[in-house]
């Protein structure tokens, strides 16, 4: 029977069969954003279903491939799509991928998402840099034996986001004229969406924001000591803030309007920070 480790080389090795240069940076795609690869020069194009150990995504809005190419002279690897643990997989299945990048030593992660404002001040088509999470849900994907080639036991998570990065990030925002607010997301299991009790105590709780991703795979990045920036686009008013029934269709479409200034976005921010 295969060790965690020994499905994560298998995997490791099959990417880098494919291509010829190991990417600094890994992009983790929500839902509707998944048109950044467009930009990418001399891409390669693997569907998650040829990697060995890569789980299949389900869900409308994630593509389901890894594309690998430049921008610019700066090679990325890119995720369009991912796996939840609302699809039934486990944890160590939802961040599989992740642990192959740091295997790769991949150091370099932006992680976004499509979420759901729990606060009357951060409005759908907004995009949020991500400063802190909170995550009450039991399960954790450092559960079981640790890897320590990749970190502790016991790892440190004060300041999973980096703030020179989100400096970095506000920086291009403002030379774009993109207005970026900043928040803390909460992480619900999914699949269904909160109830409007449970939203007007994620907001007491201190969260802006509200997803069913993102938290597992920078748990994972955070204990490989990878450098994280997260972005969560607004997709849609949680329960009970506005008076109407939710559904992902909404999701997607809002998270397609914003790919135009969320691409531009990336474009800044990723050249200047492999120059950091």
């Keep these: 029977m295969m060790s965690e480790m020994d499905k994560i ?19 983790i795609l929500g839902s509707g954003l998944g048109a950044f690869t467009d930009c990418l020069e001399t891409t390669t194009k693997i569907e998650f279903g040829d ?6 995504s389900t869900v409308e809005g994630h593509k389901g491939r890894l594309v ?17 643990y609302y699809e039934g997989y486990s944890m160590d299945q939802v961040v599989f991928p992740l642990r192959c990048m740091l295997y790769l030593n991949v150091r370099n992660l932006i992680v976004t998402n499509a979420a759901g404002s729990v606060d009357r001040d951060y409005k759908p088509g907004e995009l949020v840099l991500i400063k802190d999470h909170i995550k009450l849900f039991g399960d954790s994907p450092l559960r079981g034996p640790n890897i320590e080639a990749y970190g502790p036991r016991f790892n440190d998570m004060s300041a999973p986001y980096s703030k020179t990065i989100r400096d970095l990030a506000r920086k291009c ?5 993109i207005s970026l607010k900043e928040g803390v997301y909460f992480y619900m299991p999914g699949p269904n969406y909160e109830t409007a009790s449970e939203v007007r105590a994620i907001h007491i709780l201190g969260a802006n924001v509200v997803g069913m991703s993102t938290v597992p795979e920078v748990i994972v990045a955070a204990h490989g000591g990878m450098k994280i920036l997260g ?39 990723i050249p200047r920070w492999d120059k950091l």
């Design 51 to 56: 990697i060995p150990h890569f789980a299949q």
């Design 9 to 27: 080389i298998e995997a490791a090795g099959y990417i880098t069969s494919k291509i010829d240069t190991i990417p600094r940076f890994v992009v």
């Design 68 to 84: 690998i190419g430049n921008l610019g002279q700066i090679p990325v690897m890119v995720l369009q799509g991912r796996f939840h």
């Design 231 to 269: 972005i969560s686009c607004i997709t849609n008013m949680a329960t009970g803030i506005v008076d109407q029934r939710l559904g992902h269709d909404e999701v997607v479409r809002t998270g397609e309007q914003v790919a135009k200034k969320f691409i531009e976005l990336l474009q800044c921010i």
């Design 173 to 177: 925002g403002q030379e774009l004229d």
